[in-house]
């Protein structure tokens, strides 16, 4: 990670961690590096999308203003998803492609995705030559002039290209399936419910009404308890909730209980099992996943990998190795032969088709998994390196490893995105879950590194 861009892209609260300022420095830097080495005539082309947050309508203003500046063209794609974003990109020849969005976090903040030509997150030497370029490391770009300046071009038909393509992968109509969504106020609050109505669904709807500051508000992925009661009170067959920029889906099945993203990976990489699909016989997870993911796995004979925290680490792993599915208990789900980013739309899809096939209920499908209490406590502090190599801290940690034994665990872990420590647990029952959190967490405020 860098000094401004973390696992997840540039993130702060807008027009103070993240301003506009730093906006116009990398949209003029991405304007310049992708145009060096063009043939003449031709011109760098940057897509850009963003979620319903009030000031990403200014930092889309913001970056399409470098972009030009250096003479390149903005191809703005509006109001869309992350994943949608990876997919123009990678479909209609772009450079490269910018999203902004803080995706889970409050309306407040915001973040600045880079994407490469290929669909996938920037790779670091890039994104450090773009700090460097912020923190005035690099001598000043020269503006384009003449005729030379970029434009903005209006692309939401490349968004409509992808709403087409998300319909294509269904392999069955879905009518009589009572489904409900939940868009988080977010970039999901349009294409979902035109995806699922396309595709036959009995489609109901909530938290579809963006102002620009209720994204992600007691609503989507993180809010997860009222889809669970929307599903239950109306009687539907199934829930999917989303996160801001919609590259997150955590299903609800027909009795109001959470599928989160480790019975998804259970559900999908099963059934691409039972249909000799499954490459390598591995399906990728995180750090992160449960104990009982792992044992459902072992009694069903899938090996599996685990990564650092991050949909890009899982990414990263899938491509090397050559793997089709992995992600984040969070419900950022890869099918690598279909996207090459999280996309919560299309894992809705996939889950959709199982339950399809199989002709049974989500439920069901979930049944051989026991999953493990878990408590995750996230603690503010004033330095994530200081509070995590703390002597005390580490002490207090693997003294807790040896009251667990075999019959649980416990991870101490740096936020990629946000100046918190998280502490997690798993353990036989939540009550030890939650007084092994605290004894840790209660080291790392008697030593000083919480930020008050």
Request: contains cysteine.
């Amino acid at each position: 990670m860098g000094k401004y861009f973390g696992t997840d892209g540039f993130r702060g609260e807008a027009n103070k961690v993240l301003t506009v300022d730093h906006a116009f420095k990398v949209g003029r830097f991405i304007g310049w590096y992708y145009s060096r080495n063009k043939a003449a005539g031709e011109r760098c082309s940057v897509v850009i999308g963003k979620d319903t947050r009030r000031s990403s309508y200014m930092f889309e203003y913001s970056l399409a203003a470098g972009i030009t500046a250096s003479g390149a063209d903005a191809y703005l794609l509006h109001v869309t998803t992350t994943p949608s974003v990876s997919y123009v990109v990678r479909t209609d020849d772009f450079d490269c492609g910018i999203m902004i969005s803080a995706s889970h976090n409050p309306y407040y903040d915001n973040g600045i995705k880079l994407i490469n030509e290929k669909g996938e997150k920037m790779d670091e030497e890039t994104i450090l030559k773009i700090e460097e370029y912020i923190d005035g490391k690099i001598p000043e770009i020269p503006l384009a002039t003449g005729a030379a300046i970029g434009r903005t071009v209006d692309y939401a038909a490349g968004r409509n290209r992808y709403i087409g393509y998300l319909i294509s992968l269904a392999t069955r109509s879905y009518k009589n399936m009572r489904v409900g969504l939940d868009c988080a106020n977010g970039s999901a609050w349009m294409i979902a419910k035109s995806v699922f109505d396309a595709l036959g669904a009995k489609t109901y709807v909530i938290h579809a009404e963006p102002d620009g500051t209720n994204i992600n508000m007691d609503c989507g992925s993180t809010h997860i308890e009222k889809l669970q009661e929307f599903v239950k009170d109306n009687g539907l067959d199934v829930g999917f909730a989303f996160d801001g920029d919609a590259d997150r889906c955590i299903a609800i099945d027909e009795n109001g209980d959470v599928v989160n993203g480790d019975l998804i990976l259970y559900i999908y990489g099963k059934y691409l099992k039972e249909r000799g699909k499954l490459n390598n016989n591995t399906v990728v997870t995180t750090v992160m996943s449960n104990f009982g993911l792992y044992k459902a796995f072992d009694a069903a004979d899938i090996d599996y990998e685990k990564t650092a925290v991050g949909d890009k680490y899982v990414y990263e792993n899938m491509v090397t190795k050559g793997h089709r599915i992995g992600g984040e208990q969070s419900g950022h789900i890869i099918f690598s032969k279909y996207a090459s980013t999280g996309d919560g739309i299309l894992t809705a899809i996939k889950l959709m088709e199982v339950i399809i096939e199989k002709k049974t209920s989500l439920s069901r499908l979930c049944a051989p998994v026991t999953i493990y209490p878990q408590v995750l406590k996230n603690v503010r502090v004033k330095s994530k390196p200081e509070a995590q190599n703390d002597a005390d801290v580490q002490a207090a940690v693997e003294a807790t490893k040896e009251k667990l034994g075999e019959n649980g665990r416990i991870l101490v872990r740096e936020s990629g995105t946000e100046p918190v420590i998280r502490v997690m647990v798993e353990a036989a029952t939540k009550e030890e879950c939650e007084q092994y959190v605290d004894d840790v967490i209660d080291v790392i405020r008697k030593k000083g590194h919480v930020a008050e």
